[in-house]
């Protein structure tokens, strides 16, 4: 199972960025898959997750509006468009899958970094 993230980089205020989240090792369609993001020095906070037949997606209020997650099952994988970021959504960025339920996450990615700084 692996779970690896792309597309983070440095942004200035109110630019986007995508995220990409390429899934192998497992049956994909079968998992749920969120973003979870790490602020420096901060615990984790969960961003957005979507279930495997695209049948719905959440946000957390911080990102809602800005944050759009989507997925392609026939690539394997997930992705997070940040549009108007802003200096509090600098962090690093993981995508996790959970095969039993919303939230119960049992793989990671190693993340990828996004610094939103002028």
């Known amino acids: 199972v692996q779970l690896v993230e792309s597309g983070g980089g440095l942004v200035q205020p109110g630019g986007s960025l995508r995220l990409s989240c390429a899934a192998s090792?497992?049956?994909?369609?079968?998992?749920?898959i969120g973003w979870v993001r790490q602020a420096p020095g901060k615990g984790l906070e969960w961003v957005s997750d979507?279930?495997?037949?695209?049948?719905?997606?959440n946000y957390a209020d911080s990102v809602k509006g800005r944050f759009t997650i989507s997925r392609d099952n026939a690539k394997n994988t997930v992705y997070l468009q940040m549009h108007s970021l802003k200096p509090a959504d600098t962090g690093l960025y993981y995508c996790?899958?959970?095969?039993?339920?919303?939230?119960?996450?049992?793989?990671w990615g190693q993340g990828t970094q996004v610094t939103v700084s002028s």
């Open positions: 996790a899958g959970a095969m039993t339920g919303w939230g119960e996450y049992d793989c």
């Open positions: 090792g497992f049956t994909f369609s079968n998992y749920y």
């Open positions: 979507i279930n495997g037949d695209v049948t719905r997606t």
